[in-house]
Nanobody, 121 residues
Framework: QVQLVESGGGLVQPGGSLRLSCTAS????????MRWYRQTPGKARELVAG????????YYRNCVMGRCTISRDNAKNTVYLQMNSLRPEDTAVYYC??????????????WGQGTQVTVSS
């Protein structure tokens, strides 16, 4: 049974940091491209960052490198998203996604249940 379990979300003040984690099971994690998406009410889910199977290439959308860093530990079947200098507009539900190739659509892969990130004073 495939599972992606996110954790690490919560309430943080503007300017603060969070590290999200997503631990996978039920498939060969090291063979999958891992991505983080986020979604706010009434809006489409949007890509935040992605990481190739070996971790050799990363890419970012909607969160510039330096403010967001994606990384993975294939030995632990876990992908991380470190977010710094958080802003209220970063408030969203963050989802972990696993796909087979870099050109795969997110809908073709596996999703976690999401973790809420709220940036507010």
């Amino acid at each position: 049974q495939v599972q992606l379990v996110e954790s690490g979300g919560g309430l943080v003040q503007p300017g603060g940091s969070l590290r999200l984690s997503c631990t996978a099971s039920g498939f060969t994690f090291s063979s999958y491209v891992m991505r983080w998406y986020r979604q706010t009410p009434g809006k489409a889910r949007e890509l935040v960052a992605g990481n190739t199977a070996t971790g050799g290439r990363t890419y970012y959308r909607n969160c510039v490198m330096g403010r967001c860093t994606i990384s993975r530990d294939n030995a632990k079947n876990t992908v991380y998203l470190q977010m710094n200098s958080l802003r209220p507009e970063d408030t969203a539900v963050y989802y972990c996604n696993a796909v087979m190739t870099e050109t795969s659509q997110g809908s073709d892969g596996y999703w976690g249940q999401g973790t809420q990130v709220t940036v507010s004073s």
